[in-house]
C-alpha cells in the first residue's frame, strides 16, 4: 500500500491513513448507533444466523448431510448457500456469545474495510484523491446501505462486497500491466466473494465492461482476454447450474402452480413489471427518502399490460437513464462503465426467473454494491464538470454527503428492534404481510392474544392463503387451547399456492395440534416428517425434539431418550432438547438423571418448574423451594409454577404454607392437576371433607386419571375408610393394569385388610 498517493491542489502529500482515517470517523460516527441495536425478526428464524443453533451453522456438516440424503440436496446447499456469512457468524458466537454488540461492531467493521477497498478502486479509476474520497464517502453514507450495516444477516453484502471489490481491483490491475500476482489475488477473492453471496457471479462481466471502457471497441484483445473469456464462461456454467438446481429441488420437486414462483402469479406479469422493479432501485439510489425494511407482496404494483402507465413511465424513464449514459460516457468514459456497474451488479437480484421468492422483487440490501456505481457516477461527472463550477460542485457534494449521512443517522434508530422495525413498516405498508405476522408474533410473545389476533385477521383479508398469517394463527388458536380450529387453518395453509415453501412450518403446527389433542401418534408422524423434511436433508432440532416428547407422551419413553440423545449428539448445548431428555427421565422416576439434563436450561421457566420437582422428589427441599420460586417469578401466569412451589412445601411437611399457592394455582386454571395439589394439601391438613370434595371436581374433570385415583385411594385409606380405598386401587388396576405404584399400594392393602378382618378380597 503506498504510503502517499495522488496529490490535489488541496492537499498536496496527503497519505494513504489521512483518508483511510477520515472514512473511519465518518462510517463509526454515522453508524456508531448500531452498536446498541438488538437483534431484528426478519423473514424467518434462519434469517437471523446468530439466532440459529451453532451446529446448523457449520457449512461442512450441512454439505455432508445434504450429500448424504441425495446428490440435489447436496448440490443445492453447495450452491446456493452462504457459507461464508455462517463461518463468520459462527465466530461471533464463538468471541461474545449470543451478544448482539458484538456482531454489530463486527458489521461495523466490515463495512468500513468495504468503504477503503472502494476508495482504493475509486482512486484507480479516477486518478485522483479528493473525488475518490468523495466518492467512496457516498458509498460510505448512502441511506440504502443502512439495512446491510446495522442488521446482523446484512453480514452476507458486507463479505460479498469486501472480497467483489477486491477481486476486482485485482482484475483491473491484471488487465491494466499484465501482474500475475494480481490475477492470483483476483481469483482466490472472487471465489470468497462468492461464498458470502451468489449475486459475486457477475465480477467477469464487470471486468469485460472495465475492459470496453479501458479499450473501446475491443475490449476482447490484448492482455487478459483469455481470462476474461475463461471467467465469463465459468460465471455462466456457475449461474446455470444455481437456476437448474433452484428450479428442481423446488418448483419441479413440489409441482408449485405458476402463481408460486411468478410475480403476481403470471410470467407475462412479471417481465412487463421488471421495468417497474429497476426503476424504484434507480430511483432510490439517487433519491432514498422513503425507506422501508420490506417490499413483499405487491410493494411493486404488477404490471399486467404493456399500454399501461405503470410499464410506459418507468420504461421512458429508463431509456432516459440509458440515453443519458451512452451520452455522458463519449464526454466521460468512466460514467458509462459506472452505469454498466450499477446494472451488472443489480442484474443477479432481478426477478428474471421462476422462484418461490419472487413474492419479494425488490430489497434495500440488493443495493449495496450498485451504490458503489452511483457513487462511482457522481464522482466521475463532478470531476469532469469541475472547471468553471468548481466551488458549486464542491459545495453540492458536500452537501449531498451530508444529506445522506443524516438520513441514514436517522434510519439506524428503525432497526431497533423487531417491534420498533415492523411498527415502523406497517406505518408506511399498511397492508405489508410479512409485517402483519412479525408484529403478531411480537404480540403473542408479550401475552397480547387480542392484539395478535386484530394483526393477523387483518392479513388474512390481504391474502386468504398467506402462509405466515394461517400458521401464526393456528398457533394462537394453540395457545388458547383450541387444536381443532388451528388445525382448520392449517389445512388451509396446505392448500395454498407456495405451502411448499413452508412446509415444515405447516407441518410442525399440525404435530402441536395433534399432541394436544391427545393423538400422539399423529404428532409423532407430523414431527418426523418435519425433522426429516424430503428435499432438505438436515435434520430440525425442534422438530426431532417435539417426535420425542409425543414419543414420550405416547408410552416410549425409551424411544423418547435414544431420540434426544440423537439431537444432543448433534448439538450438545441445545437447550430444548436437554430440558425434553430432562423431563423424560423424571416422568419415568430417574429424578438424578433428570437434574443432569435440566440444570442445563435452568434459565426456561419450564426447566425450573421440573427442576422443583425433581429435587423434590429427592427430598432436597431447598433446592426444590428455590427452583420453584425462580419459575414463579419468571412465570407468574404459569400454574405449573405455583403447583411446584406448592408441591415442594407440601412434601417438606409445610402444608399451612403450601395453601395458598395451591388455592392460587387453581384460580389460574381449575384443572385437575391443580385440583390434586390442593386435594393433596388439604389432606396434609387433615381437611377430609374439604380433600374429597376437591378430589370429586377433579374426578369430574378427568376420571381415567391414574394418579388422581390412586392419590384418593390413599387419602381414602388415611380417612380410615379401608374398603372404598381397596376398591378405588382395584378399579384403578382394571383400567391401567401395568400401573405400578397402585400394585404395590394394593398388596399393601390387601395384606392389611385379610389379616384385620379374614375377609378373602379378589
Keep these: 500500500m503506498p504510503k502517499t498517493i495522488t496529490s490535489t491542489p488541496f492537499f498536496p502529500k496527503l497519505r494513504f491513513w489521512h483518508c483511510a482515517a477520515a472514512l473511519f470517523i465518518a462510517v463509526f460516527s454515522v453508524y456508531y448507533g448500531s452498536l446498541s441495536n438488538g437483534r431484528v425478526m426478519f423473514d424467518d428464524e434462519d ?33 446456493t448457500a452462504r457459507h461464508l456469512r455462517d463461518l463468520s457468524t459462527q465466530a461471533d458466537r464463538l468471541l461474545f456469545g449470543n451478544d448482539p454488540w458484538g456482531g454489530h461492531l463486527i458489521n461495523l467493521c466490515l463495512h ?47 463479505l460479498y462486497g469486501l472480497f467483489f471489490l477486491l477481486s476486482f481491483l485485482s482484475g483491473m490491475k491484471y488487465l491494466d500491466n499484465g501482474d500475475r500476482r494480481s490475477l492470483l489475488l483476483c481469483l482466490p477473492a472472487w471465489g470468497l466473494s462468492l461464498l458470502a453471496k451468489q449475486s459475486a457471479v ?66 407475462v406479469t412479471q417481465l412487463l413489471t421488471l421495468p417497474a422493479i429497476f426503476w424504484k432501485a434507480l430511483s432510490l439510489m439517487a433519491a432514498p427518502i422513503s425507506l422501508c425494511a420490506d417490499y413483499s407482496y405487491l410493494a411493486i404494483e404488477p404490471v399486467r399490460n404493456a399500454a399501461s402507465a405503470p410499464f410506459l413511465l418507468p420504461a421512458a424513464g429508463l431509456l432516459a437513464f440509458a440515453a443519458l449514459a451512452a451520452f455522458s460516457a463519449r464526454r ?101 404481510l410479512r409485517a402483519l405476522a412479525n408484529s403478531a408474533v411480537i404480540e403473542m410473545g408479550k401475552g397480547r392474544r387480542a ?64 399432541f394436544m389433542q391427545g393423538r400422539y401418534g399423529e404428532a409423532m408422524k407430523n414431527f418426523k416428517f418435519a425433522a426429516w423434511l424430503p428435499r432438505a436433508g438436515v435434520m430440525d432440532l425442534d422438530a426431532a425434539t417435539s417426535y420425542a416428547r409425543a414419543a414420550q407422551e405416547a408410552g416410549l419413553p425409551e424411544l423418547a431418550a435414544a431420540e434426544l440423545s440423537k439431537v444432543l449428539a448433534r448439538e450438545p448445548a441445545y437447550l430444548p432438547a436437554n430440558k425434553a431428555l430432562g423431563y423424560v427421565h423424571l416422568a419415568n422416576g430417574r429424578p438424578a438423571e433428570a437434574v443432569t ?47 411446584a412451589q406448592s408441591g415442594a412445601l407440601r412434601t417438606a411437611g409445610r402444608h399451612r404454607r403450601a395453601l395458598p399457592y395451591a388455592l392460587r394455582a387453581v384460580a389460574i386454571s381449575a384443572n385437575h392437576e391443580t385440583l390434586l395439589e390442593l386435594a393433596l394439601v388439604q389432606r396434609g391438613l387433615h381437611d377430609w371433607g374439604a380433600s374429597f370434595g376437591t378430589f370429586e371436581k377433579a374426578l369430574g374433570i378427568y376420571p381415567g386419571d391414574p394418579e388422581l385415583n390412586f392419590h384418593l385411594a390413599g387419602t381414602l385409606w388415611e380417612n380410615g375408610q379401608d374398603i372404598k380405598a381397596y376398591n378405588t386401587l382395584y378399579n384403578l388396576l382394571e383400567n391401567h393394569p401395568t400401573y405400578a405404584p397402585a400394585k404395590n399400594a394394593i398388596a399393601f392393602v390387601r395384606k392389611n385388610l385379610e389379616h384385620g378382618s379374614g375377609l378373602a378380597l379378589p
Design 47 to 79: 434469517a437471523n444466523p446468530i439466532a440459529r443453533p451453532l451446529a446448523a451453522e457449520n457449512p461442512v456438516q450441512l454439505i455432508k448431510e445434504r450429500f448424504s440424503y441425495n446428490l440435489l440436496a447436496g448440490a443445492e446447499i453447495l450452491l
Design 332 to 432: 466521460v468514459p468512466l460514467a458509462g462503465f459506472a452505469a454498466a456497474w450499477i446494472v451488472l451488479t443489480y442484474l443477479p437480484v432481478m426477478p428474471l426467473f421462476p422462484s418461490l421468492h419472487n413474492s419479494e422483487v425488490f430489497a434495500e440490501h440488493w443495493l449495496y454494491l450498485p451504490v458503489f456505481g452511483f457513487a462511482m457516477l457522481l464522482a466521475s461527472l463532478a470531476r469532469e464538470f469541475q472547471g468553471g463550477q468548481g466551488r458549486a460542485v464542491k459545495t453540492g457534494s458536500a452537501v449531498l454527503v451530508a444529506l445522506f449521512a443524516a438520513r441514514s443517522a436517522a434510519r439506524i434508530p428503525d432497526w431497533k428492534d423487531a417491534e420498533t422495525l415492523w411498527a415502523k413498516t406497517l406505518r408506511q405498508q399498511p397492508r405489508c
Design 112 to 158: 468500513f474495510l468495504v468503504v477503503l477497498a472502494a476508495f482504493l478502486v475509486l482512486h484507480r479509476l479516477l486518478g485522483t484523491v479528493g473525488w475518490a474520497f468523495g466518492g467512496a464517502l457516498v458509498f460510505a453514507l448512502h441511506p440504502a446501505q443502512t439495512e446491510s450495516v446495522v442488521y446482523l444477516a446484512g453480514r452476507r453484502d458486507l
Design 202 to 267: 457477475t465480477l467477469p462481466l464487470v471486468l469485460l465492461a472495465y475492459a470496453t471502457f479501458k479499450r473501446p471497441g475491443a475490449p476482447w484483445k490484448g492482455r487478459g482476454a483469455v481470462f476474461l473469456l475463461i471467467s465469463t464462461l465459468f460465471a455462466a456454467a456457475y449461474s446455470g447450474s444455481v437456476i437448474m438446481v433452484l428450479f428442481k429441488s423446488t418448483i419441479a420437486r413440489v409441482n408449485a402452480p405458476p402463481e408460486a414462483y411468478w410475480y403476481s402469479g403470471s410470467a
Design 597 to 643: 439434563f435440566l440444570e442445563k436450561a435452568a434459565a426456561d421457566p419450564e426447566a425450573q418448574i421440573n427442576l422443583a420437582l425433581a429435587w423434590t422428589e429427592l427430598r432436597e427441599h431447598r433446592k426444590a423451594l428455590r427452583y420453584a420460586e425462580m419459575a414463579r417469578e419468571s412465570s407468574p401466569w404459569s400454574y405449573k409454577a405455583w403447583l
Design 451 to 514: 392484539e395478535a389476533r386484530t394483526l393477523l385477521e387483518r392479513a388474512l383479508q390481504v391474502d386468504a392463503r398467506n402462509l405466515p398469517a394461517l400458521i401464526n394463527m393456528a398457533a394462537l388458536d394453540l395457545a388458547e387451547g383450541d387444536p381443532a380450529t388451528a388445525k382448520r387453518r392449517l389445512f388451509t395453509a396446505f392448500r395454498s399456492p407456495v405451502a411448499a415453501h413452508n412446509l415444515r412450518g405447516i407441518t410442525k403446527s399440525l404435530g402441536t395440534a395433534n
